[in-house]
């Protein structure tokens, strides 16, 4: 369920992947405010978040950025656990880090699948991955993540 990275609903996903990487804060209306995540703005209370359904539902109230300005940063926050994210294009630095990244051979081809639009579940299967490597691979993917998140900006 919800993205794949180990979380059983997409309230779980906005508590354990989107919390913690946008500082954000749940309200009276159980739905979730951060401030805006583009560098350098931090609008407050701009970004607005909420888990009906399968995924993560997101909106930006940020008087300077609309929903496709925060998106890419979103993305870089967020990693695979964006909806939207895995349709991004990939851009040069990504790739780099990629490249650099270190990442065994099956993890790597997975961030791959996944920034051509795949889910981890399609990757997995396409890719033939192990039901006993997943675990370890979706690990490894998330360091990743935290680590290019860290470094943007
Ligand atoms: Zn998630
Ligand atoms: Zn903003």
């Known amino acids: 369920m919800a993205c794949g990275l180990g979380e059983p ?6 508590i354990a992947h989107w919390c913690p990487k946008l500082g954000a804060r749940r309200e009276a209306n159980r739905q979730w405010r951060a401030d805006c995540p583009v560098p350098g703005c931090g609008a407050r209370r701009a970004l607005e978040f909420d888990a009906p359904g399968s995924h993560v539902r997101w909106k930006s109230f940020c ?8 998106r890419p940063y ?24 990629l490249a650099l990244s270190g990442l065994p ?3 790597l081809k997975t961030q791959m699948l ?28 998330l360091a990743f993540h935290h680590k290019t998140a860290g ?3």
């Open 105 to 107: 051979p099956q993890a």
């Open 114 to 141: 996944l920034s051509a639009g795949m889910t981890i579940a399609e990757a997995f299967d396409k890719l033939g991955v192990d039901r006993s490597m997943r675990y370890k691979v979706r690990g490894m993917l």
């Open 74 to 97: 979103l993305v870089r926050l967020i990693g695979p656990c964006m909806p939207s994210g895995r349709r991004e294009v990939v851009t040069r630095a990504e790739l780099e880090a």
């Open 151 to 153: 470094r943007a900006g």
């Open 9 to 14: 609903s997409a309230e779980d996903c906005a």
């Open 63 to 70: 008087g300077v950025h609309d929903n496709e300005a925060v």
